[in-house]
């Protein structure tokens, strides 16, 4: 069993291997980046990437994890204290907190956007995606008109057009999107689609 990165040391060298990992996978591409040069850019030996994270893979897939997360406590910090906001409003403050959060560091998510496809298993990414649907569901409850019973399938729908359009912008076209660039069509259809529902 791979070490848990329970203490604060364990945690610093784990993230130091993440971070090393990133930069460069950035800067080279994952197939070129090997083992040897991860744990030099962290400044840790062989022997301890291998106590971590035991081949490449997993360590792609445990970075995809902590940033999914970390985007996702991002938007239900978005979503926190504005239960009295007409969902319109809360639809857009997620919109804009998701959208922000990738182009900030376009790179970094065109890459592990790119790795996902590579070595995600299902069942993480069905949680990944489940959680997101809920941060969607949550912004369109107690819409004014009502929508048609039941919403999930709308907040599934919101997800899927957010994460495909910004995802397959910056692996089709590349990290230089920016922020207007991938906020502004999805906001148009987005709210179409709520009038929609909403007329329904």
């Known amino acids: 069993m791979r070490r848990r990165p329970l203490q604060s040391r364990a945690q610093a060298t784990s993230q130091a291997l993440q971070d090393a990992f990133v930069r460069l996978v950035i800067e080279q591409g994952y197939e070129r980046t090997t083992v040897r040069e991860v744990a030099a850019v962290a400044g840790v030996g062989l022997g301890t990437f291998y106590e971590y994270f035991g081949n490449m893979d997993t360590l792609a897939a445990m970075c995809i994890h902590r940033q999914v997360q970390a985007l996702h406590a991002q938007g239900l910090q978005a979503l926190q204290g504005c239960a009295d906001m007409a969902p319109a409003t809360r639809v857009d ?108």
């Open 93 to 200: 403050r997620l919109l804009d907190t998701l959208v922000d959060g990738i182009a900030r560091e376009a790179p970094m998510w065109a890459a592990l956007f790119m790795l996902e496809r590579k070595v995600s298993a299902p069942e993480p990414f069905r949680r990944h995606y489940q959680a997101y649907v809920q941060l969607w569901a949550m912004a369109l409850q107690d819409c004014d008109p009502p929508l048609p019973e039941p919403a999930q399938p709308l907040a599934r729908l919101l997800h899927t057009m957010t994460y495909g359009w910004v995802s397959q912008s910056l692996l089709a076209l590349g990290p230089q999107q920016t922020p207007q660039q991938l906020r502004e069509p999805l906001g148009w259809a987005i709210h179409a689609l709520l009038r929609k529902a909403q007329a329904a």
